[in-house]
């Protein structure tokens, strides 16, 4: 009887450790799917991405802009916003090209902005940051991705917003 028992409890073992091995490798799937390339026409001179807080979450929303700014110049705007004061907020805003070669989004640059608590006597509940990013080739596709990370009451949370695909020229606004 202990012998049946025991190559019972191994076969219940060893299906269930295949079990969760398949599970892993169809979540694993899922996450590598392709992102939707979407290019924006022309004339066309600058993109945002909104992306809404859940209702009664501690974020109220973020956002991400990209500007043409004409000779290769870019502009952006990195936005989070919140309904309470906050501990601290992140923001961090890459900057892509895509590589038409390869067929995918490259990094360019990054740029990480923290306000902390301390910082702000007043509070902090918000925070923007904005600039240009200067001498760019021009006839290219680029896009802003913002992560934007935020501590308040005792949550750490984390939103992103892409933008999509802005061709840079020489003559923007």
Not at 11 to 20: D, G
Not at 52 to 60: L, Q, T
Request: aromatic share 8%.
């Amino acid at each position: 009887m202990k012998k049946i028992w025991k190559k019972v409890v191994l076969c219940v073992a060893a299906l269930t450790m295949l079990a969760s091995f398949s599970v892993q490798a169809s979540m694993s799937d899922s996450e590598d799917a392709p992102e939707e390339l979407v290019f924006l026409s022309e004339n066309i001179t600058r993109d945002k991405d909104i992306v809404n807080g859940e209702r009664g979450s501690v974020v109220a929303g973020v956002s991400s802009e990209i500007i043409n700014e004409s000779g290769g110049n870019i502009g952006f705007i990195i936005q989070t916003l919140c309904h309470v004061q906050c501990d601290k907020i992140s923001n961090t805003a890459i900057l892509e090209r895509y590589d038409e070669s390869n067929d995918r989004w490259t990094e360019i640059v990054r740029y990480q902005f923290n306000a902390k608590k301390a910082d702000f006597p007043s509070g902090l509940s918000a925070l923007t940051n904005s600039m240009t990013i200067k001498n760019q080739k021009t006839g290219r596709y680029y896009r802003i991705r913002g992560i934007h990370h935020v501590e308040a009451q005792g949550q750490i949370l984390n939103y992103s917003s892409l933008t999509d695909g802005l061709l840079i020229t020489e003559f923007g606004r």
